[in-house]
């Protein structure tokens, strides 16, 4: 069925390290991938995306790298911030009408 | 509005009660969802409005949810005889509408059943 999931549930980073944040997901439809990080007591905020045919795409501080070959999908934080403390999803979008399946999230936990 | 918004931000509701839920999305967003996110779970999908048609209500777990949008703005979603199994956050997202526009997510509805 379709799935997305999210390898490690917490990661813990040292404050200025770089964070990789993986996921696997299941659905080889699936053309729309998203980043959303989601702090405590909010909703869920888009961080950055990126479509099948792209196998990278980069923000401020963020990349995503995108592996169809073997439907993995991880965000990379350069230099990670406090701020940066939360829990991360991804979500696919397998249908184009913005339906998102969403992982169970992987918390960061920035150390100072 | 700047963003989405949604009330109440916390509901407590004894088993059996209805409850209703409210979603004002961003002006001007014609695409509408909810989610359900239970503690500590990624956001499930529940429905998604296009303006004001519902086309697609796969998610809802149960004919005790309901939900609608009579003009195409803002949303409402009912829970009839609430079950705690239904106590989780309510989030609502709207969008631009099309392919791949960025959804923009509300702070939620915390609904706690007891």
């Known amino acids: 069925g379709e799935s997305v999931g999210l390898h490690l549930p917490t990661l813990s980073v040292q404050e200025g390290d770089n964070s990789i944040i993986n996921c696997a997901y299941s659905?080889?439809?699936?053309?729309?991938f998203i980043w959303y990080k989601q702090e405590s007591g909010k909703g869920p905020q888009f961080i950055i995306d990126?479509?099948?045919?792209?196998d990278k795409r980069q923000g401020q501080r963020v990349t995503v790298l995108l592996n169809k070959t073997v439907k993995h999908l991880s965000l990379q934080i350069a230099a990670t911030q406090p701020g940066d403390s939360a829990v991360y999803f991804c979500?696919?979008?397998?249908?184009?009408?913005?339906?998102?399946?969403f992982g169970q999230g992987t918390t960061l936990q920035v150390k100072p | 509005g700047a963003g989405v918004s949604q009330s109440p931000r916390y509901k407590v509701a004894k088993r059996g009660q209805d409850v209703a839920l409210r979603c004002d999305p961003i002006?001007?967003?014609?695409?509408l969802f909810w989610y359900q996110q239970a503690l500590g779970q990624g956001p499930e999908f529940l429905t998604y409005?296009?303006?004001?048609?519902?086309?697609?209500k796969s998610g809802l777990p149960s004919d005790r949810f309901f939900a609608e949008r009579p003009e195409g703005s803002v949303s409402t979603l009912k829970i009839q005889r609430t079950q705690k199994e239904d106590s989780a956050v309510y989030l609502c997202?709207?969008?631009?509408?099309?392919?791949?526009?960025?959804?923009?997510f509300g702070q939620g509805t915390r609904l706690t059943v007891v």
């Open positions: 002006s001007g967003h014609v695409s």
């Open positions: 990126i479509r099948s045919n792209m």
């Open positions: 997202a709207s969008s631009l509408g099309g392919e791949g526009t960025e959804a923009f």
């Open positions: 409005f296009q303006n004001e048609a519902q086309l697609d």
């Open positions: 979500a696919e979008n397998p249908s184009n009408t913005g339906k998102l399946i």
């Open positions: 659905n080889s439809a699936s053309d729309y």
